[in-house]
Structures are given as C-alpha cells and as structure tokens.
T-cell receptor, first 115, second 115 residues
Framework: DTGVSQDPRHKITKRGQNVTFRCDPI?????LYWYRQTLGQGPEFLTY????????KSRLLSDRFSAERPKGSFSTLEIQRTEQGDSAMYLC?????????????FGNGTRLTVT | AQSVAQPEDQVNVAEGNPLTVKCTYS??????LFWYVQYPNRGLQFLLK??????LVKGSYGFEAEFNKSQTSFHLKKPSALVSDSALYFC?????????????FGKGTLLTVNP
C-alpha cells in the first residue's frame, strides 16, 4: 500500500491561468474523490468517481472546474481561468467500493496559491 | 441532506488527562460516522468508524468514539492524552441508506495537549 499520491504538492499561479493537478489512488481502490479545504474549514466535497464514471459533482463547483479519470486509475482536476478565491488545499482520496462503509484514504494534497 | 457539527473550534487538555472532542450529525437514514486527524500540511488520516453494532468503537492511537443515536452524537475520546495528539480533528458522516458515497465533514476541532 503506497498510499494516495498527489502532484504537485504546491502550485503558485497568476490569476487567469489554467492549472491541472494529478491524483494517483491506492491501486485496488475504485472510488476516487476530490475535496477542497480552506483555512479553518473542513474538507468540502467537489466530485467523485467510481472507476471512470463521474457519479456526482458538487453544485458549488463552477464550470471552470473539470475532473477526469479516463482509465479508472489516476485522476486529474483542472481549474481554468483561476481566481484568487480558488486558493486552497485540494485533497484527493480513494476508497474501496464496498457499500459505503470503507473509509476514505487521503493524499497530502496540492496547495494552490493564486496571485 | 447530511451534515456534521463540531461545536468546539478548540479543545485544550493537559497531558495525561482524558480528552473529548464533540460531534453531532444529521442524516435522513442510518449514519455512517468517521473520525479523521490532520497534521499540518498533510492530508487526513483515518482514525475510526461506526457503521453498526457496538456503540463504542475503538480506533488507532488509543482513540475511541461513542455513538449515541438519541443524541445524534459521535464524540471522540481518549483516556489519557499525549502531547503528540495535538492536531486538527474532523468528524464526517454519510447517509448509509443512500446511494451517494460522499462524506460530509465538520469544520474541525483543534486539539492542543499541553505538557
């Protein structure tokens, strides 16, 4: 078990630029989640996949955000035309698909700073 | 809708004393409840979960939690706190009767254990 891996750990970008983050889940996990966490807040759900299917997307997520998991393994989260309000820690997690009682295993996150 | 409340932003205890971090939840079906811990600049680590069965569940690092259905609570406890327990603690819930598998997190409680 090598854990959930996220890349990069830190990203600084200028407002208006596009950014893409990558997440490699634990290999046997078929559910993959993206969360966003800002200072002083708990993780906020963004979206999740079961295998390659995106099953739910938060209504809070603007159209500038898109996520993919093309082969049911790694996933990417892209933010287009970044805004300062996008500055946050972006967390990826994975779990087994076992009726929902399997805990999520989190990566160490990608910290995005938009200047 | 599912939600979690952690009524205390901060909890301070002396090393060796018992600690309690409070959590209340709201779901329409059966609750699946989880506790996670987060250290600075890291992702969340799973501590324990309640799905069904015994109301007292034991987890990692000597932590335990008590499920109380009538009070809709799931408080985290430890009989004797260590300085190394100082961290941010998150309670999370999902509706066990639903078909969505996202976890909803509380805002977190910062635990400080003083030597």
């Amino acid at each position: 078990d090598t854990g959930v891996s996220q890349d990069p750990r830190h990203k600084i970008t200028k407002r208006g630029q596009n950014v893409t983050f990558r997440c490699d889940p634990i290999s046997e996990h078929n559910r993959l989640y993206w969360y966003r966490q800002t200072l002083g807040q708990g993780p906020e759900f963004l979206t999740y996949f079961q295998n390659e299917a995106q099953l739910e997307k938060s209504r809070l997520l603007s159209d500038r955000f898109s996520a993919e998991r093309p082969k049911g393994s790694f996933s990417t989260l892209e933010i287009q035309r970044t805004e300062q309000g996008d500055s946050a820690m972006y967390l990826c997690a994975s779990s087994l698909a076992s009726g929902g009682n399997s805990p999520l295993h989190f990566g160490n996150g990608t910290r995005l700073t938009v200047t | 809708a599912q939600s979690v409340a952690q009524p205390e932003d901060q909890v301070n205890v002396a090393e060796g004393n018992p600690l309690t971090v409070k959590c209340t939840y709201s779901v329409s079906g059966n609750p699946y409840l989880f506790w996670y811990v987060q250290y600075p600049n890291r992702g969340l680590q799973f501590l324990l979960k309640y799905i069904t069965g015994d109301n007292l569940v034991k987890g990692s690092y000597g932590f335990e939690a008590e499920f109380n259905k009538s009070q809709t609570s799931f408080h985290l406890k430890k009989p004797s706190a260590l300085v190394s327990d100082s961290a941010l603690y998150f309670c999370a819930v999902r509706d066990g009767g639903g078909s969505n598998y996202k976890l909803t997190f509380g805002k977190g409680t910062l635990l400080t254990v003083n030597p």
